[in-house]
C-alpha cells in the first residue's frame, strides 16, 4: 500500500477547499550589483562592487534540531494509538495515489531551470538550506491562495503553489511558504498528516470512514497537526533568516492582499496577538479560545507569529544559526 503525505500551507476545516490568503509585490532574495552614478573624472580607475546573495546551509541539520516540542509531545501521543498507523496504510491505497497524482499533476505547470525558473531557484536555495532535497514544484492556476505538498511512498514528493499566492506574496514570503512545505518532508510527518488533511478535506463523509475515525482521533489528529505546522513555520524561519518576513506571512493570511501591501505592519500584528492572549487568559477567555481552535487544522495565524517570534530570540535558535555555513559570501571584483 502507498503512504501518502499531503501537506497544505493551510486550511478551512470541514471544506473541499485548500486555503489561505497571501501578498506579493516584486521582490527577490537575491541582491543584484548595483553602480551608484556621480561625477567621475576622465581616465580614473573605478571599482565596483558586485554583490552576491549571501546565504547559509545546515549540513548536519536534523529534523529534531528545529521541531516543536507539542509536535514531539503530541507525536508521541499518536505512537502510542494502537494501529493508527497500518490504518493509514489501508484507507491510502491506489485510488488515492491516483486520484491525487492526476488532480494536480494533470492541472498544474511543471517548476524547473527552463520553466518559471525563479521559481525554481527559489526552491532549489530553499532546499540547500535545510539539507534535503528539492521536490518537484508545481505551479496550478487557482484564485485561492494556497500551497502544499504531496508525497507517495515510492515516488519524488512534490510541491504544487496556486497563481493567486505567487501574486500575493513577496519572493522573500514565497520561498518562506517552499521552506515551511519542506519542512513537512523533511520532518517526516507522513500518514499522520494525511490523516489530518484527509479529515479537513472533508473525506471524513465518505461512507464507512467516518465510523473508522472516532471524534476523539479526529481532534488529537488536528492537535498534532496544529503542533507540527509551528515546526513548519520554524522551517521557514531557517530559510529566511528574517522572522519579519514569516510574520508578514502569516499577517498575509489573516488578513492581506496586494492594494494594502505596502500598509501593513508586523510590530502591530505581533502587538495584536499579545492582545489575544491577554484576552485568552481569562478562564472564560480560555474556554472560547479552546473551542475556536479545536478543531482547527493550523493555528491562528497571531499564534502562529507570536510562535515565531519567540524563537527568533531563543537561544536554540541562536545555536542553530552559529552552526551553519557560510555560502556565497560578498564578493568584490
Not at 485548500?18 to 556621480?38: E, K, P
Not at 549540513?59 to 498507523?85: E, M, S, V, Y
Not at 538550506?129 to 511512498?153: F, G, H, K, M
Not at 517526516?188 to 476523539?216: E, K, S
Request: contains cysteine.
Amino acid at each position: 500500500m502507498a503512504s501518502v503525505l499531503l501537506s497544505s500551507l493551510s486550511f478551512s476545516p470541514k471544506q473541499t477547499t485548500l486555503c489561505f490568503g497571501l501578498n506579493s509585490v516584486n521582490d527577490s532574495r537575491l541582491c543584484f550589483s548595483r553602480i551608484d552614478y556621480g561625477s567621475i573624472k576622465k581616465n580614473r580607475r573605478i571599482r565596483v562592487s558586485v554583490v552576491k546573495a549571501t546565504s547559509v546551509v545546515f549540513r548536519n541539520l536534523d529534523a529534531d534540531d528545529f521541531r516543536h516540542p507539542l509536535d514531539k509531545q503530541n507525536t508521541l501521543i499518536l505512537r502510542a494509538i494502537p494501529g493508527l498507523n497500518e490504518l493509514g496504510k489501508a484507507l491510502l491505497g491506489t485510488v488515492a495515489e491516483q486520484v491525487m497524482l492526476l488532480e494536480n499533476i494533470g492541472t498544474s505547470v511543471l517548476v524547473s531551470k527552463n520553466q518559471l525558473s525563479e521559481l525554481h531557484q527559489l526552491m532549489v536555495e530553499a532546499a540547500e538550506i535545510l539539507n534535503i532535497e528539492a521536490p518537484d514544484l508545481y505551479v496550478r492556476q487557482s484564485p485561492v491562495p494556497n500551497a502544499y505538498t504531496l508525497a507517495v511512498s515510492g515516488k519524488k514528493p512534490f510541491v504544487v503553489v496556486h497563481t493567486s499566492l505567487v501574486e500575493l506574496l513577496t519572493r522573500k514570503e514565497l520561498q518562506a511558504v517552499l521552506a515551511h512545505e519542506l519542512g513537512h518532508l523533511k520532518c517526516d510527518h507522513g500518514v499522520w498528516l494525511t490523516f489530518a488533511n484527509i479529515l479537513t478535506l472533508g473525506a471524513y463523509t465518505v461512507p464507512g470512514l467516518g465510523g473508522i475515525i472516532a471524534q476523539r482521533l479526529e481532534e488529537q489528529l488536528f492537535r498534532w497537526l496544529r503542533a507540527a505546522e509551528l515546526t513548519c513555520d520554524r522551517a521557514a524561519l531557517l530559510v529566511a533568516q528574517d522572522p519579519k518576513v514569516v510574520i508578514s506571512v502569516l499577517m498575509k493570511l489573516a488578513g492581506g492582499c496586494p492594494s494594502m501591501a505596502d500598509q501593513l505592519n508586523v510590530d502591530a500584528f505581533l502587538e495584536q496577538a499579545r492582545s489575544y492572549d491577554r484576552a485568552a487568559s481569562s478562564p472564560v477567555g480560555w474556554y472560547i479560545k479552546n473551542a475556536q481552535t479545536r478543531q482547527l487544522s493550523h493555528p491562528l495565524p497571531v499564534l502562529r507569529a507570536r510562535e515565531i517570534d519567540e524563537w527568533s530570540r531563543s537561544q536554540d535558535y541562536k545555536t542553530l544559526l552559529n552552526r551553519a555555513i557560510q555560502i556565497n559570501s560578498v564578493q568584490k571584483v
